[in-house]
Structures are given as structure tokens and as C-alpha cells.
């Protein structure tokens, strides 16, 4: 299969002067969130584009990613600012030769439609690097913002490099129907483990089990954990890939095996909370079973981020690699889309679509 990337060694050199009449819409937070987002912390600020410099890109908004981070990250940022989020756009005038017009690339642009970047210069924060999107056929591009961007990485190497499961061994997954989560599980049946998901409805539980190919999926809402991790994983767990916290995961980490392997990957269940939650202790599960527990961020693996989106797009074209999505319309509708997606409105990941 063709390499991601590589195909635009012979790309065409086009520049068409759009920007300098160009303005864009963003999101600006004006206010730290307490509890859910509201529309009422952010102000919608329109800007001028300013010309293209050489090696320069002007792209414009396609689909917007909603995460998770995003209501936990803006804490750590001085107001007013800019919100920070991942998007998939199309090049409308560049002044680089490997990112001609009408291609399109993943990028950490923030919650705005149009944005001038220059790829290959050093990023200084977010969790998706600029990328151009390989041609993914009769798949939309928004994948590039789940199955083949951030999300899909953080399945693929969050699974294979902490929690490092061989065949036959039990996967436990937490958040199960969510982008990570459902990544998690295929891959990890791709694998030859038994896989065991928890999430908040049967529909999704259903879907897991029926579509996905996962062993066994509760809903976390309505079931006794303990008795659901007996059912669903008879001889204990060897691999957490812990996506919420909270209680649940101290269930979980007290039904595991000797040399467990933990890879804590989120924290969703506490994020719009203003309390962190008391949980049972963990630390005689983590010393009696020699636990190893592991937090990561995605961008630890910016520097072989192809391997992960080359393996997703085999599996992917393969049919060994399902995914669904959960998309929004509108720029205007950015915060009902972020609260939709922290409420468990998605199956697979959730995305907008800019018009
Ligand atoms: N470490 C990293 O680099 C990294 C990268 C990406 C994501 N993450 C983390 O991975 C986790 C999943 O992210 P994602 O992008 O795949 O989001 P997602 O799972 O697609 O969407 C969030 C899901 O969280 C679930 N949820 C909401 N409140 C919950 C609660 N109180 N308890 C349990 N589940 C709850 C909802 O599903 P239900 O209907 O099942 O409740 C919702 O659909 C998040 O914790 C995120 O912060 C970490």
C-alpha cells in the first residue's frame, strides 16, 4: 500500500491568491467553564487573513473535533484565549509545494474556519501534528480527526506500548464506545485477546458486541461492575485501558492479575466536576498484583505518529478496522456538539461539520 505522505513527492507547486480577502471566524474563551460549557463562555471573533509568506498554507474548516481535553485543558490557559482543537481542512491557496490547493490536512487549529500554518515548522503544543491526509477513498475525511488522526493513535499506541497484550490475554476497556475506546477494543481483538467494554447505554453495548466483535460490553450505568467482570472476564484482567477513573477503575484494578498493565488514558467520569471524587484505594491491588500503571499523552509518539495512521488505514482498508461517527452541523453549534459529546451523545467520534 502506498505510504501516507509520500504520495506528494511529485505534487504540483499551486498558489492562488485568496487570502488577504479572507476572514475568519473563531471561538475565544472568555471564561473558565464551571460544569458544562456554555455558549456563554466563549465570544465568536472574526479576523482578517493576513498574505500568504512562502511556505505558507491558507486552509479552510472542513470538520471541527470535539475532545474530551478540551474541558479539561482550558484551566491552564490565561483569558482571554483562542480554543484549541484539532481540525480537518481543505488548502484553498498555498505557497508550498507539497501542500497544493485542494488537498486536505489534519492540524491543531483551534475552533476557527480559516487558518494560515506552515508545515514542517516546529509545534509548540496540541495533540495532532499537521499532517496532509492520505486519499482515503469512499471514507470521509473527518477520519482524519478519529480512525486516522489523535484518537486512533492514542488507541494504537496506547494499547501496544503500555499495555502490551498478547494473544489470549482479557482487555478491559473503559469509555468503550467512544473513539479511543472502540479503536481500543478492535485492535485489540485484531490482536487475538478477549475484550471486555463498559459503556453508558445497551444500544452502545450492542454495537460493540454485534458490529465490533467485543467479547462482552456492559453498560456501566445499569450493572453491578464486579459481577459484570466476573461474567465477562472469568480468568481476570490483564490489560486496563482506563479512559474514565473514578470508582470503576478501582473495581477494575482490583480484579486484575499478577503483572497487570494499566495504561490510564483519561479521566472523563470527574471532568466537569468542581470536586475530584474519593475512590477505593488502589495502592494494595498496584503492590500485592505488581501492577503497572501507566498515564501517557498521545504527542509522546509525534515522532513515529505515520506508523500508527499507516496501521489504522491497513486495518482499515482490510475491513479488520470498523469505526462510526457522530457528527454536528454548524460552526455555531461548536458548544452543543462539545456538551453532546461529554453527555455520551456519541457512538465512535464526534465531529462537526462547518456548513
Ligand atoms: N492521553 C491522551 O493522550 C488522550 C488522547 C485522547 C483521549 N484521551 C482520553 O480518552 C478518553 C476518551 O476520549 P474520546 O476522545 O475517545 O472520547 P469519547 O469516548 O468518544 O467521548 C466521551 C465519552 O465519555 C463517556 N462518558 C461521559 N461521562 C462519563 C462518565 N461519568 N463515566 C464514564 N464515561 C463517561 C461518554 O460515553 P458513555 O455513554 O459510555 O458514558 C462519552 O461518549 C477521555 O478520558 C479523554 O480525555 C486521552
Redesign the pocket.
Same mark, same amino acid.
Given at each position: 500500500m502506498a505510504k501516507l505522505f509520500s504520495y506528494m513527492q511529485n505534487a504540483t507547486r499551486l498558489y492562488s491568491s485568496v487570502s488577504g480577502k479572507v476572514k475568519s471566524q473563531k471561538y475565544v474563551l472568555t471564561k473558565y467553564f464551571q460544569g458544562e460549557p456554555k455558549k456563554s463562555d466563549f465570544k465568536i471573533v472574526e479576523e482578517d487573513i493576513p498574505d500568504l509568506q512562502e511556505g505558507e498554507i491558507l486552509t479552510e474548516a472542513e470538520y471541527l473535533s470535539v475532545?474530551?481535553?478540551m474541558r479539561?485543558y482550558m484551566i491552564g490557559y490565561k483569558l482571554p484565549t483562542d480554543m484549541i482543537g484539532g481540525q480537518v481542512a481543505k488548502i484553498i491557496a498555498s505557497r508550498h509545494d507539497k501542500f497544493p490547493v485542494g488537498k486536505y490536512v489534519a492540524g491543531q487549529f483551534g475552533w476557527r474556519t480559516h487558518t494560515i500554518s506552515k508545515p514542517g515548522a516546529p509545534q509548540k503544543s496540541g495533540?495532532l501534528p499537521l499532517t496532509l491526509l492520505p486519499d482515503l477513498g469512499p471514507h470521509p475525511v473527518s477520519l482524519g480527526l478519529g480512525v486516522l488522526g489523535?484518537?486512533g493513535n /492514542?488507541a494504537y499506541f496506547?494499547l501496544k506500548e503500555i499495555c502490551k497484550p498478547k494473544a489470549g490475554e482479557t482487555i478491559v476497556i /473503559?469509555?468503550?464506545?467512544?473513539?479511543?475506546?472502540?479503536?481500543v477494543g478492535q485492535i485489540g481483538k485484531n490482536m487475538g485477546c478477549r475484550v471486555i467494554g *463498559?459503556?453508558? /447505554?445497551d444500544e452502545?453495548c450492542n454495537y460493540l458486541i454485534k458490529e465490533l466483535g467485543f467479547d462482552h460490553a456492559f453498560n456501566?450505568?445499569t450493572t453491578n461492575i464486579r459481577s459484570a467482570l466476573k461474567e465477562g472476564a472469568p480468568n481476570k484482567v490483564d490489560c486496563y485501558f482506563d =479512559?474514565?477513573?473514578?470508582e470503576?477503575s478501582s473495581t477494575i484494578m482490583s480484579y486484575m492479575n499478577h503483572y497487570g498493565r494499566v495504561a490510564?488514558?483519561?479521566?472523563?467520569?470527574?471532568? =466537569?466536576d468542581a470536586t475530584l471524587p474519593k475512590v477505593t484505594i488502589l495502592q494494595p491491588a498496584i503492590v500485592f498484583k505488581e501492577l503497572k500503571v501507566e498515564? *501517557?499523552?498521545? =504527542?509522546?509518539w509525534f515522532n513515529k505518529w505515520e506508523e500508527g495512521i499507516n496501521a489504522n488505514l491497513n486495518w482499515l482498508q482490510d475491513g479488520k478496522l470498523k469505526y462510526q461517527e457522530k457528527v454536528y452541523h454548524g460552526f455555531d453549534n461548536m458548544v452543543d456538539a462539545l456538551v453532546g459529546?461529554?453527555?455520551?451523545? =456519541? /457512538?465512535?467520534?464526534?465531529v462537526v461539520k462547518v456548513k
Open positions: 475532545d474530551p481535553y479539561a495533540f489523535m484518537p /492514542t496506547g /473503559t469509555g468503550a464506545a467512544g473513539a479511543v475506546g472502540s479503536h *463498559f459503556a453508558g /447505554t452502545k456501566y450505568k =479512559n474514565v477513573g473514578g470503576i490510564v488514558c483519561g479521566s472523563i467520569s470527574s471532568y =466537569n498515564g *501517557f499523552l498521545v =504527542n509522546r459529546m461529554l453527555r455520551g451523545e =456519541n /457512538t465512535g467520534k464526534a
